[in-house]
């Protein structure tokens, strides 16, 4: 019997803390959890905040625990059923963690965008997780949550047995954290290390039989019944939603994803890939990339005000078998609130939840599927057929 159902790594942290508050509002009474950190006096200020809320948390267990420790993180992944951690950027990092509750058998959420920490875990601890019987479940906020379940809600509604091709297109408002920030610039510091890994994991990797699934980067083009400019959008998101697509068969014998931002006007388009553009050029300069990380700190993140302006929704068109198909979903501030949300609900269904048997690095839709979709529609995220 583990001590606690769900342990929260990195809760003194901006992305942590909103989980750990998500939690305290909304966890039901029976979740057995505690907080994690390096610091003790850090948490005891988070766990001062919580009892705020309700003063049952006045003696909310506090387990002190670094990344750079791996015996104290042992002892998290021993003590828990499941372990989310928002300690990044994962690459510098996560790996310790992930380690920990590969051998534990414990499951593991976080909320990685960076893809080559993705591929380097599975092929240093998918196969060990799989013996202890662990879920190693990256990428649980909004990367990649609303396209990896997006896709899976809109596939569910196409005919089975055939080819299917799904697009996504993402909009959104939000501004990130400084621990976003400093992921974004690792990965792109990183693309050519990141393109090798990817493709010692494509050689290791088992590939579905007799099926095949792809996401091809596309081009740009008009959306014309949406009245939008689409232009490919080279994230994460596209690669979690192909492995889950070749994790099952309800995806049809050839599965096509293809993943865009969409904006109305085509200044904007423009600005915006200017504006990556200037911060990919400056991440490949090590002391532009210095003073760049300095620009926001890990910690820190958009104010209430500025969060409850934020939102996002991500349109899905699916076609296959003479059957056309469109969904959206949709919420309030992608980067921070609405993450929170997934992150948690994510954790708290691999610990509460009936869900299929898997093991190893899996993705939301195949760990979880129709039972994260449910939780998370009953906590406001809108999953809709137009």
Known sequence: ?????????????????????????????????????????????????????????????????????????????????????????????????????????????????????????????????????????????????????????????????????????????????????????????????????????????????????????GRPHRVADAGWWAVPLPTIDPAIVRRSAAASERYGPDFTYRHFAAVRHLPVLAGGALGVGALFAAAQVPPARRGLSRLLAPGDGPSPERRARSWFSVRFIGEGGGSRVVTEVSGGDPGYDETAKMLAESAMCLALDDLPETAGQVTTATAMGDALVDRLTKAGIRFATL
Do not use: N
Not at 41 to 62: C, H, P, Q
Not at 77 to 104: D, F, H, N, Q, S
Not at 126 to 144: I, K, N, P, Q, Y
């Open 1 to 217: 019997m583990r001590a606690h159902d769900v342990v929260l790594f990195g809760a003194t942290g901006f992305t942590g803390g909103l989980t750990a508050e998500y939690l305290a509002r909304h966890a039901p009474a029976e979740l057995r959890w505690a907080l994690a950190g390096r610091s003790r006096e850090k948490l005891e200020a988070v766990r001062t905040k919580l009892t705020a809320i309700d003063d049952r948390f006045a003696s909310l267990d506090l387990l002190v625990a670094d990344s750079g420790d791996p015996a104290s993180l042992r002892a998290v992944a021993e003590a828990a059923k499941v372990v989310i951690t928002t300690v990044g950027p994962y690459l510098e990092r996560g790996e310790p963690l992930v380690a920990a509750c590969a051998e534990a058998g414990t499951d593991y959420v976080d909320l990685t965008g960076e893809p080559e920490f993705v591929d380097r875990m599975y092929l240093a601890h998918d196969r060990r997780a799989r013996e202890t019987g662990a879920r190693l479940v990256h990428a649980c906020g909004f990367d990649s949550i609303p396209h990896d379940l997006g896709a899976w809600f809109t596939v569910r509604q196409l005919p089975e047995g055939v080819p299917l091709r799904v697009d996504g297109y993402v909009r959104a408002s939000g501004m990130p954290s400084g621990g976003t920030f400093l992921s974004a610039l690792t990965v792109m510091s990183r693309l050519q290390a990141g393109a090798r890994v990817a493709r010692e994991r494509a050689a290791a990797e088992p590939r579905p039989a007799g099926r095949f699934t792809r996401a091809p980067l």
